[in-house]
């Protein structure tokens, strides 16, 4: 088979799976157990729910650096912005650390907590 023919059999095979938000449990598990190179048979004792979290990438989504606050804005004294939506400088959004990060960033600041020393 020639590259041609492969790619085009892989295409034709894709084309006509159903969307994965179409999908079952069981066929989003068995797709995950082939990645994996998971034995099949735990398939008949699993139950797979699926569930869609259709705003996992926000945070991703294009920004200006000005676009999200500070953990403190600059002329704030008592208030401050935690979690993911927050722009920490050189960090990098979605883990835990970012959120622990910015609110750390802010009991600092305003118990004039010196991280340094
Ligand atoms: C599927 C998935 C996998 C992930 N894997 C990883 C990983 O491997 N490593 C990693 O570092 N990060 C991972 N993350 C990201 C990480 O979970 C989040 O970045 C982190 O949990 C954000 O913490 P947070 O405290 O800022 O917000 P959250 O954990 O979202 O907490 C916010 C809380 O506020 C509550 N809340 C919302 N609105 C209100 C309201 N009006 N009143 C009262 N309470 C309210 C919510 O119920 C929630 O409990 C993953 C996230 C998902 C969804």
Same mark, same amino acid.
């Given at each position: ?5 492969? =790619?085009?059999?892989?295409?034709? =095979?894709? #084309?006509?799976?159903?969307?994965? @938000?179409?999908?079952?449990? =069981? $066929? ?8 994996? #190179? ?7 004792? !699993?139950?797979?729910? %699926?569930?869609?979290? %259709? *705003?996992?990438? @926000?945070?991703?989504? %294009? &920004?200006?650096?000005?676009? &999200? ?5 600059? @002329?704030?004294?008592?208030? !401050?912005? +935690? @979690?993911?939506?927050? $722009? ?9 650390? *970012?959120?622990? &990060?910015? =609110?750390?960033?802010?009991? *600092?600041?305003?118990?004039? +907590?010196?991280?340094?020393?």
């Amino acid at each position: 088979m020639s590259c041609a023919s492969c =790619a085009s059999s892989i295409e034709d =095979a894709i #084309r006509s799976v159903p969307g994965v @938000s179409e999908c079952i449990g =069981a $066929e989003i598990l068995k797709e995950l157990c082939g990645h994996l #190179r998971f034995d099949l048979d735990i398939m008949e004792s !699993a139950n797979c729910i %699926p569930c869609s979290l %259709p *705003y996992i990438t @926000s945070m991703f989504m %294009p &920004r200006l650096r000005t676009d &999200r606050p500070l953990p403190i804005p600059r @002329s704030s004294k008592n208030l !401050a912005f +935690i @979690s993911q939506f927050v $722009e920490i400088p050189d960090d990098v959004v979605f883990t835990v650390e *970012y959120s622990v &990060r910015a =609110a750390q960033m802010a009991v *600092y600041e305003f118990l004039g +907590i010196d991280r340094q020393g």
